[in-house]
């Protein structure tokens, strides 16, 4: 079906295997040819592997019975995939002479007896074919395996003269115990007598991800066919396989068009992609159905195998402007399992998307989805889907209590920290007040020069660079100083954003300043400045104590007289003898680097001009920053084109696995990192790592140096004067070194997960691919320190930035996170949630003095909509159950019917064939839009009626709008929040939704008629 290029051998181990549907690939032509069975981490991956395996053709089992395991270890038969589980269950010799029963050719067996023998171990007679029962027809007797095989056992009198096994003659078999493996009682030791079953089969083998437990090195060295696909550990051979990623269909085109790798497409929209393939010219592409969920694309060596993880991304296309919260939350996955916060019921614990059946007015069902959460005492909550934007993840306390259904506590919760919200919300507003006082610049928009600056940019800008820049200008040309945080991952394009709004202000006439914690790094800025405003007319100079006297002399003058219009620095530009003529905006690169000293000093600066501050440090540590004064935050999330991730090796220290790959970085021209974090013992590893790579000069930095002798030797190496830096983790933010694609962490057990996150980022910053080896030695490694080793390689993908702090956060909790008195209530009801009530409250007081139709712009949509229609999105139409997770949130986060049609329009040219469901379940959004913007509060069906309640800062005035559109009077006058209509007015409740679609988008309305409000 696919040809990778690449031919898995047997008895090796391989590492960077990629992903489930990668391997399944890899593994094929040899599952195909025999019995195995597939060791993986968890049910849930087996599961993976059984629909990918089916899918490609070849058909297996989960080993989910104690029969099964009889059938694969004793009679060497069977397709079987097996969590790790198994080798904690108690087995013990004794139990197996208990509860397995042998028959072999020439036994002479009483056919009572042994179907008595069966019975005892609960495989009974059944008259039809049946999994795990027997039947008998005269002198054969017929077995039905749990795994599909059939068993025939022909007598002659009382003696076994012929057994076959899927028609092939067989001298033996061994009958189980019908029971299911997980009902046997488990222990905290690996099964000694378990270990001996594994290691003695001459049966295939694979190993999924398991090298982390300590049975994996017990078994590895006996088994006589096996493959293992690993994390970590000496003699890997790497296979490659690597994630893609593309922002645009543009990118995805451009890849389909290389003709010098094989392309292989998966997807559920045959019809779709062979259209666009054609109407491209593109071919010798060859293109799959597929109806599975959770493919995940890949590459490897240059062959390329596309799914819908990323067609689904690139030809549906959702950009919307979102709050800060929002736009938090939507980063952060739910997955089954996690802490989630309903805003109306408190801390659960997410579970699964279920579909139910409900029964609507004329007796007939209607599908709907739901998001289960479980809370204390087993109780559940189902939350319709379209109301998803009512939960959020948890952030905070590791492990929260969850909420008691049914009690007031979660309402008593909520209160208490409204009181909180509402302090701290005045006292932001206070500095808010007082900074609109203030009275900047408002800088003009030039349309033909911005353009001409952005078509001068060699790459290409990503939706959020975009997205950025365009809420930066829109800040500029305000009167009210900007002062916006500008977050991104390492490597994702915030130094171009900056160079933007630098543009913007220099076009106008005004300076600009750059600056930066470190003297190596506004050296690299300035570098990067003069090349990228090469073709403007804009004198440009740096400014640091390492300039020469004179040289700062002439530098301060210029300034002064507006002779430079863009300076970049350290601190030595806050000094008092730095002046400027026209200074118009302040960057300020990771301000939270800065001493206190130099922050009192940086807002003196500020005055009144626009400040953009830019930080790699992931979201939730910038918090502070972001809410005191109200800060407005940008953030980049999308990497830019042609960035790739980063290879993460885990292996324990060993000189081969050193010099070879510092060989291959060598050889390349490039240079290597070497993470040390110990000052006392980095000089003894120096003469190590001197005597295993001859030849090659070694730089040694730490903290304890003093900062101009760190900064030159920082620079020396920058300069390509040294082969290889041995540092501490001094070099961890901000620094670009092009060059290095290298980096080792040693003894990374010890280092923290966003740490060695950011140390990793250090490297593959251009177009080379960057390689991070985590050492570790063997007596360090213990379970805990490894699983926390995996979720860095699991976290390798573009972005993980933000995810990973959020890990961190959870462990240490998100107690002090907003710098404020109050702020422990946000771990009370989550992170999110307390963030979203505070911009809520923000905007709730920030609009007290606005007009009716400017503060509805700000809110959010609250509009519920509880009708019994069948209004949902099939599974097939999402790559996995996160992706549709994913694509509810974010279309809870539409706000206007514009945003809605475009949504609606990419997803209806994009998915073929789409159900009734697909259709109203876009009307029943459009009306909570739409009745939003009227004070809907709710549609919904109580007893007899349709009802329309408005929400409690409504009027009449409200409901008067709402009726003079009913041209055929359906709806009748309850109360001053209240409408009915008699379900009898409409024939079903299809019907009732096509009349309020009909009255909001004015169709068949002529004129509008007065309206008389009548109880």
């Given at each position: 079906?696919?040809?990778?290029?690449r031919?898995?051998?047997?008895?090796?181990?391989?590492?960077?295997?990629?992903?489930?549907f990668?391997?399944?690939?890899?593994?094929?032509?040899?599952?195909?040819?025999?019995?195995f069975?597939?060791?993986v981490?968890?049910?849930?991956?087996?599961?993976?592997?059984?629909?990918?395996?089916?899918?490609?053709?070849?058909?297996?089992f989960?080993?989910?019975?104690?029969c099964?395991?009889?059938?694969?270890?004793?009679?060497?038969?069977?397709?079987?995939?097996?969590?790790?589980?198994?080798?904690?269950i108690?087995?013990?010799?004794?139990?197996?002479?208990?509860?397995?029963?042998?028959?072999?050719?020439?036994?002479?067996?009483?056919?009572?007896s042994?179907?008595?023998?069966?019975?005892?171990?609960?495989?009974?007679?059944?008259?039809?074919?049946?999994?795990?029962h027997?039947?008998?027809?005269?002198?054969?007797?017929?077995?039905f395996?749990?795994?599909?095989?059939?068993l025939?056992?022909?007598f002659?009198?009382?003696?076994?003269?012929?057994?076959?096994?899927?028609?092939?003659?067989?001298?033996?078999?061994?009958?189980?115990?019908?029971?299911e493996?997980?009902?046997?009682s488990?222990?905290?030791e690996?099964?000694?007598?378990?270990?001996?079953?594994?290691?003695?089969?001459?049966?295939?083998?694979?190993?999924?991800?398991?090298?982390?437990y300590?049975?994996?090195?017990?078994?590895?060295?006996?088994?006589?066919?096996?493959?293992?696909?690993?994390?970590?550990?000496?003699?890997?051979?790497n296979?490659?396989?690597?994630?893609?990623?593309?922002?645009?269909?543009?990118?995805?085109?451009?890849?389909?068009?290389?003709k010098?790798?094989?392309?292989?497409?998966?997807?559920?929209n045959?019809?779709?992609?062979?259209?666009?393939?054609?109407?491209?010219?593109?071919?010798?592409?060859?293109?799959?159905?597929?109806d599975?969920?959770?493919?995940?694309?890949?590459?490897?060596?240059?062959?390329?195998?596309?799914?819908?993880?990323?067609i689904?991304?690139?030809?549906?296309?959702?950009?919307?402007?979102r709050?800060?919260?929002?736009?938090?939350?939507?980063?952060?996955?739910?997955?089954?399992?996690?802490?989630?916060?309903?805003i109306?019921?408190?801390?659960?614990?997410?579970?699964?998307?279920?579909t139910?059946?409900?029964?609507?007015?004329?007796?007939?069902?209607?599908?709907?989805?739901?998001?289960?959460?479980?809370y204390?005492?087993?109780?559940?909550?189902?939350?319709?889907?379209?109301?998803?934007?009512?939960?959020?993840?948890?952030?905070?306390?590791?492990n929260?209590?969850?909420?008691?259904?049914?009690?007031?506590?979660?309402?008593?919760k909520?209160?208490?920290?409204s009181?909180?919200?509402?302090?701290?919300?005045?006292?932001?507003?206070?500095?808010?007040?007082?900074?609109?006082?203030?009275?900047?610049?408002?800088?003009?928009?030039?349309?033909?020069?911005?353009?001409?600056?952005?078509?001068?940019?060699?790459?290409?800008?990503?939706?959020?660079?975009h997205?950025?820049?365009?809420?930066?200008?829109t800040?500029?040309?305000?009167?009210?100083?900007?002062?916006?945080?500008?977050?991104?991952d390492?490597?994702?394009?915030?130094?171009?954003?900056?160079?933007?709004?630098?543009?913007?202000?220099?076009?106008?006439?005004?300076?600009?300043?750059?600056?930066?914690?470190?003297?190596?790094?506004?050296?690299?800025?300035?570098?990067?400045?003069?090349?990228?405003?090469?073709?403007?007319?804009?004198?440009?100079?740096?400014?640091?104590?390492?300039?020469?006297?004179?040289?700062?002399?002439?530098?301060?003058?210029?300034?002064?007289?507006?002779?430079?219009?863009?300076?970049?620095?350290?601190?030595?530009?806050?000094s008092?003898?730095?002046?400027?003529k026209?200074?118009?905006?302040?960057?300020?690169?990771?301000?939270?680097?800065?001493?206190?000293?130099?922050?009192?000093?940086i807002?003196?600066?500020?005055?009144?001009?626009?400040?953009?501050?830019?930080?790699?440090?992931?979201?939730?540590?910038?918090?502070?920053?972001?809410?005191?004064?109200l800060?407005?935050?940008?953030?980049?999330?999308?990497?830019?084109?042609?960035?790739?991730?980063?290879?993460?090796?885990?292996?324990?220290?060993?000189?081969?696995?050193?010099?070879?790959?510092?060989?291959?970085?060598?050889d390349?021209?490039?240079q290597?990192?070497?993470?040390?974090?110990?000052?006392e013992?980095?000089?003894?590893?120096?003469?190590?790592?001197e005597?295993?790579?001859?030849?090659?000069?070694?730089?040694?930095?730490?903290?304890?140096?003093k900062?101009?002798?760190?900064?030159?030797?920082?620079?020396?190496f920058?300069?390509?004067?040294?082969?290889?830096?041995?540092?501490?983790?001094?070099?961890?933010?901000?620094?670009?070194?092009?060059?290095?694609?290298?980096?080792?962490?040693?003894?990374?057990?010890n280092?923290?997960?966003?740490q060695?996150?950011?140390?990793?980022?250090?490297?593959?910053?251009?177009s080379?691919?960057?390689y991070?080896?985590?050492?570790?030695?063997?007596?360090?490694?213990?379970?805990?320190?490894?699983?926390?080793?995996?979720?860095?390689?699991?976290?390798?993908h573009?972005?993980?930035?933000?995810?990973?702090?959020?890990?961190?956060?959870?462990?240490?909790?998100g107690?002090?996170i907003?710098?404020?008195?109050?702020?422990?209530?946000?771990?009370?009801?989550?992170?999110?949630l307390?963030?979203?009530?505070?911009?809520?409250?923000?905007?709730?007081?920030?609009?007290?003095?606005?007009?009716?139709?400017?503060?509805?712009?700000?809110?959010?949509?609250?509009?519920?909509?509880?009708?019994s229609?069948?209004?949902?999105?099939?599974?097939?139409?999402?790559?996995?159950?996160?992706?549709?997770?994913?694509?509810?949130r974010?279309?809870?986060n539409?706000?206007?019917?514009?945003?809605?049609?475009?949504?609606?329009?990419?997803?209806?040219?994009?998915?073929?064939?789409?159900?009734?469901?697909?259709?109203?379940?876009?009307?029943?959004?459009?009306?909570?839009?739409?009745?939003?913007?009227?004070?809907?509060?709710?549609?919904?069906?109580?007893?007899?009626?349709?009802?329309?309640?408005?929400?409690?800062?409504?009027?009449?005035?409200?409901?008067?709008?709402?009726?003079?559109?009913?041209?055929?009077?359906?709806?009748?006058?309850?109360?001053?929040?209240?409408?009915?209509s008699?379900?009898?007015?409409?024939?079903?409740?299809?019907?009732?939704?096509?009349?309020?679609?009909?009255?909001?988008?004015?169709?068949?309305?002529?004129t509008?008629k007065?309206?008389?409000?009548?109880?």
């Amino acid at each position: 079906m696919v040809d990778l290029g690449r031919k898995l051998e047997l008895n090796r181990i391989y590492s960077n295997s990629g992903n489930t549907f990668s391997k399944s690939l890899l593994l094929f032509d040899l599952l195909k040819k025999e019995d195995f069975l597939i060791f993986v981490e968890t049910e849930k991956k087996a599961l993976s592997y059984k629909k990918i395996l089916s899918f490609l053709g070849e058909r297996c089992f989960l080993m989910q019975n104690f029969c099964d395991f009889v059938d694969f270890f004793l009679n060497g038969n069977g397709k079987f995939l097996l969590n790790k589980d198994i080798f904690y269950i108690d087995f013990s010799a004794n139990f197996f002479e208990k509860n397995i029963f042998q028959i072999k050719k020439g036994d002479r067996v009483d056919m009572l007896s042994f179907a008595k023998k069966l019975n005892d171990l609960g495989i009974s007679f059944a008259e039809y074919e049946e999994k795990l029962h027997f039947n008998i027809k005269g002198e054969i007797f017929t077995y039905f395996t749990n795994s599909g095989n059939v068993l025939k056992i022909s007598f002659w009198g009382d003696e076994v003269d012929e057994i076959l096994l899927d028609n092939k003659k067989i001298d033996f078999y061994f009958f189980g115990l019908n029971k299911e493996l997980n009902s046997f009682s488990y222990v905290s030791e690996v099964n000694k007598f378990f270990v001996e079953k594994v290691k003695s089969t001459e049966k295939l083998i694979i190993l999924d991800s398991i090298d982390f437990y300590n049975f994996y090195d017990e078994i590895i060295g006996y088994l006589k066919n096996f493959i293992s696909f690993a994390n970590f550990g000496n003699g890997l051979e790497n296979l490659g396989v690597e994630e893609i990623f593309f922002n645009n269909l543009d990118e995805f085109k451009f890849k389909l068009e290389e003709k010098t790798s094989k392309k292989y497409i998966f997807t559920k929209n045959l019809n779709t992609i062979k259209n666009f393939l054609e109407l491209n010219n593109l071919e010798n592409i060859s293109v799959f159905k597929s109806d599975l969920n959770n493919l995940k694309s890949f590459k490897i060596g240059l062959n390329y195998v596309f799914t819908d993880d990323i067609i689904s991304k690139i030809f549906v296309k959702r950009r919307v402007k979102r709050s800060f919260s929002e736009n938090m939350d939507l980063l952060l996955q739910i997955k089954p399992g996690d802490y989630v916060v309903h805003i109306d019921h408190g801390v659960g614990i997410f579970s699964e998307i279920v579909t139910k059946e409900i029964p609507d007015q004329n007796g007939k069902t209607v599908k709907k989805e739901y998001i289960t959460i479980d809370y204390k005492d087993n109780d559940k909550l189902f939350v319709p889907i379209m109301e998803v934007g009512r939960v959020s993840k948890y952030v905070g306390s590791e492990n929260p209590k969850l909420t008691n259904l049914g009690t007031k506590d979660w309402e008593k919760k909520l209160k208490k920290v409204s009181e909180d919200v509402e302090q701290i919300a005045s006292e932001l507003l206070e500095i808010y007040a007082k900074r609109n006082l203030q009275k900047g610049f408002a800088f003009e928009s030039k349309k033909a020069e911005e353009n001409e600056f952005f078509r001068s940019f060699e790459y290409v800008y990503t939706d959020d660079q975009h997205l950025a820049i365009e809420d930066i200008f829109t800040d500029m040309e305000k009167e009210i100083p900007m002062d916006r945080l500008l977050c991104g991952d390492v490597g994702f394009g915030k130094t171009e954003v900056a160079f933007a709004s630098i543009f913007k202000c220099l076009i106008n006439d005004k300076q600009a300043v750059l600056i930066s914690p470190l003297v190596v790094l506004a050296y690299e800025h300035f570098e990067k400045a003069k090349e990228r405003f090469k073709d403007f007319p804009f004198n440009i100079e740096v400014l640091t104590r390492f300039e020469k006297p004179a040289v700062i002399k002439s530098t301060l003058q210029k300034l002064q007289e507006g002779k430079i219009d863009l300076v970049i620095g350290t601190h030595r530009l806050l000094s008092s003898d730095v002046k400027f003529k026209n200074l118009g905006l302040l960057v300020i690169d990771e301000e939270h680097k800065f001493g206190v000293k130099d922050k009192e000093k940086i807002k003196a600066l500020k005055g009144n001009i626009d400040i953009l501050s830019m930080s790699a440090t992931p979201i939730p540590r910038s918090l502070n920053m972001a809410l005191n004064g109200l800060r407005q935050v940008s953030m980049l999330t999308t990497p830019p084109v042609g960035k790739q991730e980063i290879q993460t090796i885990i292996s324990d220290f060993n000189d081969g696995l050193i010099f070879d790959a510092c060989k291959r970085e060598f050889d390349r021209g490039g240079q290597v990192f070497f993470i040390h974090n110990r000052v006392e013992t980095i000089l003894s590893l120096q003469s190590y790592l001197e005597n295993i790579l001859p030849g090659k000069k070694i730089l040694v930095t730490h903290g304890q140096l003093k900062g101009d002798t760190l900064e030159k030797r920082i620079i020396q190496f920058k300069r390509k004067e040294y082969d290889l830096l041995l540092s501490t983790t001094v070099i961890e933010n901000g620094i670009d070194f092009a060059n290095v694609n290298t980096i080792f962490i040693n003894d990374s057990v010890n280092f923290g997960i966003s740490q060695i996150h950011q140390l990793r980022g250090r490297v593959g910053r251009g177009s080379q691919k960057g390689y991070c080896y985590l050492l570790f030695r063997k007596d360090q490694i213990k379970e805990d320190a490894s699983k926390r080793l995996k979720t860095i390689v699991d976290y390798s993908h573009l972005g993980a930035g933000f995810e990973l702090a959020i890990k961190d956060l959870e462990i240490r909790g998100g107690g002090d996170i907003l710098g404020i008195r109050q702020s422990g209530s946000s771990s009370e009801v989550g992170l999110n949630l307390f963030l979203e009530m505070l911009e809520d409250k923000i905007e709730e007081l920030k609009n007290a003095g606005l007009s009716e139709s400017e503060e509805i712009k700000e809110k959010r949509i609250k509009t519920i909509v509880d009708l019994s229609i069948d209004a949902f999105i099939d599974d097939n139409l999402f790559s996995s159950e996160l992706d549709k997770i994913n694509f509810y949130r974010e279309i809870e986060n539409i706000r206007t019917l514009e945003e809605l049609e475009i949504v609606k329009k990419d997803f209806f040219s994009f998915n073929e064939n789409l159900s009734e469901s697909v259709k109203n379940f876009f009307d029943l959004l459009y009306l909570k839009i739409i009745g939003f913007a009227f004070k809907i509060n709710s549609f919904r069906k109580v007893g007899i009626n349709y009802q329309i309640d408005f929400f409690e800062e409504s009027n009449l005035d409200d409901l008067k709008k709402f009726l003079q559109l009913d041209r055929e009077v359906k709806f009748q006058f309850v109360d001053a929040k209240k409408l009915r209509s008699s379900v009898k007015n409409f024939e079903n409740t299809e019907k009732f939704v096509e009349y309020l679609l009909k009255i909001f988008k004015g169709e068949n309305i002529s004129t509008k008629k007065k309206i008389k409000l009548k109880k």
